[in-house]
């Protein structure tokens, strides 16, 4: 829920300035639509447009309120959670590449990371492990180390990062800064 609000701003600022049509909006529709790809069962762009509805103003998709499979699926009507929780990691991975590549480095900022859920920290340690991604990458942190002890599952991203740190010292950067009391 946090990364995708955060995906979402950035989203919202391309659906803005995609009114005035610049060439730098142009130039990222043209690819979010090449670099998403529709695949068998699964249209990454039918993803964000459910999960960021503004996202249908850069690409030439409009929700359609379902995340449905084609009739050669054997007739079922929703997809499985596994599927759907794929189609979504690969949508922000590949949106993320994509950003990322245009706006360098992209920073993102994400608050009060100690009621995020479990499914946003695996996406945020999966983006940031993203060996296919070419372009730097910065999400920012914070959150109430008062309220986050060592059973936290964001304890248990954040020693996975550090293990990650430790297999690619030259490619990730982990920095921890705390703060007195005010």
Known sequence: AVFRFAMRNSV???AINSSSADSSTRKLSTQLQEAIETKPHI???RVLVDLIP???EIVSVHPNGGWMMNKDDGGDSELSLNAK???TRNAFRVLTRILSSMFRPLVLLLDDLQWTDVATLKLIELLLSD????HPIMIIGS???NEVDDTHFLSSTIRSLKETLRKYPDDFLLSSVQ???F
Not at 131 to 134: D, G, K, L, S, V
């Open 12 to 14: 919202e600022a391309c």
């Open 43 to 45: 249209s990454e762009q």
């Open 54 to 56: 503004d996202f249908a």
């Open 85 to 87: 929780t794929e189609a």
């Open 131 to 134: 060996e296919q991604n070419q």
């Open 143 to 145: 959150y109430r180390s």
């Open 179 to 181: 703060l007195g009391i």
